[in-house]
């Protein structure tokens, strides 16, 4: 019987790696040969455990170089997002434990300050790296830290993340402010969908259209770098090709002294380049790094995402192991309704931040491109971009992560809402998503929303409900509208031919009992149906409603369930402020609760919640059917008696 250990590749020089620290002691060569090794070993331990793959595979020589030049943890090393810090993690004293990476009370699928001294800033967000780089420069400066700790700060961000206006801000801080710091742009032409607009192109004319390659390291900046005698002619030289070459002008002029591109597999260049802008740079400094995404795995370099992530594969031929599908995933059904909808009103866009196929929109880009907008990791002119297009009579639909949502929220409060403009908000990722973690968990945007005066908020409770979300959002001109969803399949009910359009603001009612109403807004539906059975098995029969709108509330269906029902008990999929704090001060502002009304909200704990599947993470949430169950009992003064009889 073959086993994991058998499989496993052989890594001699690997296995002489504890940390960073016993790089030193090797030859060039045995780091070119221990960079083959890591390929391997990060190859072999995603495909037991599943990941980001292609990310980590594009920069295992830069991974193996950066550690072999500079001195972590004292320097800090950023890696911007950090899905590609796997190779990091393997060479910094976790490799045992890759094994557990991105499931319950294992390793982060990116890189967390409490897990290791060797991830000295939290990631998974892109286009932070250059700000928290700029942030360490200045603490080592003022004395943040003693010498022994704080030394050199690098960032490594992708082509991808520095389309996003952070980025350039960050840049053009540390620019102006001068300070020793170094950041890798780590060229790989792909983020997780291809890049898109003009800074793409612009790196793209770096290494394609370059005149004059026997001069191009004066052309392309570092003069400072070179000896001395050298360093006049060598400015004379790049003065003279700047009109004729394309260089590293742009981040010249935002203060950085550019050097690149270089191949970002190739030792032979990395290791001297790194070397020596470590041992002359005074100032900030951009390296420019070509790298190919999924390199030395031919299943992700032939990927249309560059093998982004995967489940748990055959190393052999690269298949993933996927369990069958019992019904269609909620974006899915979104990128089909959105598609129909636009094919009968051509009035419809679509917009989304670098995540075409994550959000659904793959079919409305291949129906209708030229309506279809993919702006780059760029979240806050997605928001306002749509917003412009609304105001402009057309009907946009603004296809996010609810993580990411977050990053346009200035944005949704002063270009949408004010504005009253009719921007479609498709909230994909809503609540707990599992392996991703708290960094990805769609835990606020209910609660960020509902308070916005004219904002429509709606959750679909299966996918059914999401058709019809989706035709109402379609139909709704009279201000923003939001539907959030989450992650993964639905629950395989009956699909409707053609979704309705729903009358704002009205919930349904789903089940008729007695003395314990739940009002459930997304899909803990389920769940609450799980609940219900299981106290009917008691001979409580609890009356069961979907809000469907957390804003505008249902006000009638609301004040009826509180005045046939001595308890009453709302559930989300969102944190405190949401949906059951606007039912609360309803409730209150009509003084319900002065007729001895008993109420509770099942929200989000006050915590971050670590990854774990979605099941266990809202296990850790109390909010499982078990622990709706248990909820109702403890209301209803019933749990003590159980207990009694247990």
């Not at 999924?294 to 055959?314: L, S, V």
Request: net charge negative; aromatic share 6%.
């Amino acid at each position: 019987m073959t086993t994991d250990a058998d499989r496993a590749p052989k890594t001699p020089l690997l296995d002489r790696i504890s940390t960073p620290t016993d790089m030193k002691r090797l030859s060039d060569g045995d780091l070119a040969r221990l960079a083959d090794e890591l390929r391997a070993e990060t190859i072999h331990s995603v495909s037991q455990t599943g990941g980001h793959l292609g990310a980590g595979l594009g920069v295992v020589e830069l991974t193996v170089a950066l550690h072999a030049v500079f001195d972590a943890p004292r320097d800090k090393i950023i890696w911007d997002v950090s899905h590609q810090s796997y190779p990091h993690k393997i060479l910094t004293g976790r490799r045992d434990r890759m094994k557990t990476i991105r499931q319950k009370d294992g390793l982060s699928g990116f890189t967390k300050r409490s897990e290791s001294p060797y991830d000295p800033f939290g990631a998974a967000h892109s286009s932070t790296s250059i700000s928290a780089a700029l942030g360490f420069a200045v603490a080592r400066d003022l004395g943040g830290a003693c010498e022994t700790e704080h030394g050199d700060a690098v960032a490594i961000i992708g082509d991808g993340a520095m389309s996003a206006g952070m980025a350039f801000e960050a840049l053009n801080n540390a620019g102006g402010l001068g300070k020793r710091m170094f950041v890798i742009l780590n060229d790989n032409e792909m983020s997780i969908a291809p890049p898109v607009g003009a800074l793409s192109s612009y790196l793209s004319r770096l290494y394609t259209e370059q005149p004059f390659q026997e001069l191009k390291a004066a052309a392309k900046g570092a003069v400072s770098l070179l000896p001395g005698p050298f360093q006049q002619g060598a400015r004379r030289a790049k003065e003279m090709l700047k009109g004729l070459a394309v260089g590293g002008t742009l981040f010249e002029e935002l203060g950085f002294s550019y050097l690149g591109p270089i191949d970002g597999h190739d030792m032979e260049q990395l290791l001297p380049i790194l070397r020596t802008v470590h041992q002359r740079a005074t100032g900030p400094m951009l390296i420019h790094v070509l790298t190919k995404k999924g390199k030395g795995y031919a299943p992700a370099e032939g990927a249309d995402d560059g093998g982004h992530a995967t489940a748990k594969f055959d190393v052999a031929t690269g298949k993933q192991s996927k369990p069958p599908s019992n019904a269609p995933s909620y974006t899915s059904v979104f990128g089909r309704e959105l598609a129909a909808h636009a094919s009968r009103d051509d009035r419809i866009v679509a917009v989304t931040a670098a995540m075409p196929d994550g959000t659904g929109l793959g079919l409305m880009a291949e129906r209708y491109p030229s309506r279809t907008f993919d702006v780059g990791i760029a979240e806050q002119h997605a928001v306002t971009f749509a917003a412009g297009m609304a105001a402009g009579g057309l009907r946009p639909f603004c296809a996010l992560y609810s993580t990411f949502l977050q990053r346009g929220y200035d944005q949704v409060v002063h270009d949408v809402a004010i504005q009253r403009l009719p921007v479609r908000f498709a909230i994909d990722r809503a609540g707990l998503v599992g392996a991703d973690g708290a960094t990805h968990a769609g835990s606020y945007d209910i609660a960020f929303l509902a308070n916005l005066p004219g904002f429509v908020v709606m959750a679909a409770a299966d996918e059914a409900e999401l058709v019809h979300m989706v035709a109402t959002a379609a139909a709704h001109d009279d201000g923003p509208i939001a539907f959030r969803y989450p992650r993964g399949e639905g629950e395989g009910v009956t699909m409707p031919e053609r979704g309705e359009i729903l009358e704002i603001g009205k919930g349904r009612m789903i089940e008729e009992g007695s003395r314990v109403a739940i009002l459930s807004f997304g899909t803990r539906l389920g769940e609450v149906r799980r609940a219900a059975e299981a106290l009917r098995a008691r001979g409580i029969r609890p009356t069961i409603a979907d809000a469907r709108f957390a804003k505008p509330l249902d006000r009638d269906m609301i004040l009826q369930l509180a005045a046939d029902h001595e308890a009453l008990i709302t559930v989300e999929e969102g944190a405190v402020g949401g949906f059951g704090s606007h039912v609360a001060q309803l409730l209150s502002n009509e003084g319900v609760f002065d007729h001895g009304l008993k109420f509770r909200s099942m929200v989000l704990p006050d915590i971050f919640i670590d990854q774990a599947s979605p099941a266990d993470m809202y296990s850790v949430a109390g909010m499982s059917g078990a622990q709706i169950e248990a909820k109702v009992l403890e209301l209803l003064d019933i749990a003590q008696i159980a207990d009694k009889r247990a």
